[in-house]
T-cell receptor, first 115, second 112 residues
Framework: KQEVTQIPAALSVPEGENLVLNCSFT??????LQWFRQDPGKGLTSLLL?????REQTSGRLNASLDKSSGRSTLYIAASQPGDSATYLC??????????????FGQGTILTVHP | NAGVTQTPKFRILKIGQSMTLQCAQD?????MYWYRQDPGMGLKLIYY???????DKGEVPNGYNVSRSTTEDFPLRLELAAPSQTSVYFC???????????FGSGTQLSVL
């Protein structure tokens, strides 16, 4: 059974700090990995998607990296703002055989950025 | 494009009642998924579909049924609702080519 683990479970930082969220996965046949944010009572919004052939993706203040050999991905948020407060989810997509297209979710990191 | 549309947004059921959660997408995506999210837990896959007429069980299919008669629609049926089915339900879709996963806004269901 594939597993995705996110560390830390919760993080509270002052505004302006750079921060790193960690995701580890056990799937050796990863197809891609996607980072989402979820606001309370809302759905999930896609932030970045990294294909298995890529090492990183960037969007604005966000940078996500992927290291297949170690089974790790990180989400880097630069100059954090109160509006970044949300739960961040890491989702791994499998590439192999009958599991193709299956997604495994981490439990999320709850981020609070205080003014 | 409206994206992935889920209805209803909220629903309260009595034990033993049945209902259908609707999900529709207008992006011509082949892959569609149903997840449930319990407080403090990750999303768990209930059922998924790789195309019209094809469905398969996920991690937690018991108590649910699905159908996929068209590419656009993927309804989730709850028969004989139980308190353990109280959760937030999310529908999602994607293309099989590794593109982004799109989520609906969720249905909050309470079974009392």
């Amino acid at each position: 059974k594939q597993e995705v683990t996110q560390i830390p479970a919760a993080l509270s930082v002052p505004e302006g700090e750079n921060l790193v969220l960690n995701c580890s996965f056990t799937d050796s046949a990863i197809y891609n990995l996607q980072w989402f944010r979820q606001d309370p009572g809302k759905g999930l919004t896609s932030l970045l998607l990294i294909q298995s052939s890529q090492r990183e993706q960037t969007s604005g203040r966000l940078n996500a990296s992927l290291d297949k050999s170690s089974g790790r991905s990180t989400l880097y948020i630069a100059a954090s703002q109160p509006g970044d407060s949300a739960t961040y989810l890491c989702v791994e997509c499998n590439a192999g055989g009958t599991s193709y297209g299956k997604l495994t979710f981490g439990q999320g990191t709850i981020l609070t950025v205080h003014p | 494009n409206a994206g992935v549309t889920q209805t209803p947004k909220f629903r309260i059921l009595k034990i033993g009642q049945s209902m259908t959660l609707q999900c529709a997408q207008d992006m011509n995506h082949n892959y569609m998924y149903w997840y449930r999210q319990d407080p403090g837990m990750g999303l768990k896959l209930i059922y998924y579909s790789v195309g019209a007429g094809i469905t398969d069980k996920g991690e937690v299919p018991n108590g649910y049924n699905v159908s996929r008669s068209t590419t656009e629609d993927f309804p989730l049926r709850l028969e004989l609702a139980a308190p353990s089915q109280t959760s937030v339900y999310f529908c999602a879709s994607r293309t099989p080519g590794g593109e982004k996963l799109f989520f609906g806004s969720g249905t909050q269901l309470s079974v009392l």
